[in-house]
């Protein structure tokens, strides 16, 4: 049975750089069993009713601006499944998940920075999806949940996002030290998963150590798909520490498994 993954994707410069998370995420996607299809939560594509992406044909979208211009040049021409898009569909309307399809949005860096790490060559099927930081853990958890048996199906989910991503807290001037509040929070976190302890897990909010600073309200969007992919390995609840580091003080590199 494929896992679910959480995967932090980091800023947009790790698209070009050569360091120990583009490695791991390299060497992540050589060792994996090479999935059917992936379908991906993306913490950049925000909306109040799930999306589910129909796209033949992706476009590569670089949502960020004032970076490296070979940036903008990448492409990551990955194509969409529209059979199992339509599964989605079914499995949506069995567990009551409203839904819309979206037929023209591209892979915003969210996705494709991380899937041009773990399969360079795009030739897998990729199913984007949206995220909705206005519904509770609870529902959001949900929505992975409904997904889960897709992973008995040689389907890869990814969550890509950050546990850690406070970019009015980020050091750009980088001294390789991890900021304490953040390794606390991640600390914290590390053991509410490990217990899959969703009663801790779904109240972060309130007692993780500096969560005020870790997920700021403005920008919960990259912690919630933390809860897309453990429900979707509601039916095993295994949680794995794969990768952890930081980049600019506090800014988190976490890879989490589940299943």
Avoid: C
Wanted: proline share 5%; aromatic share 12%.
């Amino acid at each position: 049975m494929m896992p679910s993954l959480f995967i932090a994707h980091g800023a947009p410069l790790l698209a070009i750089e050569n360091n120990e998370y583009t490695k791991f995420l390299t060497e992540l996607g050589q060792s994996l069993p090479r999935p059917k299809a992936v379908v991906l939560f993306s913490a950049h594509w925000e909306s109040n009713v799930q999306k589910v992406s129909t796209v033949d044909q992706y476009s590569t979208i670089y949502d960020f601006g004032g970076f490296d211009e070979a940036l903008y040049k990448i492409q990551y021409p990955a194509h969409g499944d529209q059979q199992l898009s339509k599964e989605i569909e079914e499995l949506f309307t069995e567990s009551g998940v409203p839904y819309e399809l979206d037929s023209q949005r591209g892979l915003d860096h969210g996705a494709w920075v991380v899937l041009r790490l773990l399969y360079p060559n795009a030739d897998i099927p990729i199913i984007s999806m949206s995220v909705n930081s206005r519904l509770t853990p609870e529902d959001q958890y949900k929505i992975g949940k409904a997904l889960s048996g897709l992973r008995e199906k040689d389907i890869l989910i990814i969550a890509s996002g950050g546990t850690v991503h406070n970019l009015r807290a980020v050091k750009w001037i980088d001294n390789g030290q991890a900021d304490q509040w953040a390794l606390e929070f991640d600390d914290w976190l590390a053991h509410h998963l490990d217990k899959w302890d969703l009663s801790s897990l779904f109240n972060y909010d309130t007692l993780a150590p500096n969560a005020e600073y870790a997920v700021p309200p403005y920008g919960s969007e990259h912690f919630i798909p933390i809860y897309y992919a453990m429900g979707a390995a509601d039916n095993q609840k295994k949680a794995t520490l794969l990768h952890r580091s930081y980049r600019y003080g506090n800014l988190s590199h976490s890879v989490w498994q589940f299943g």
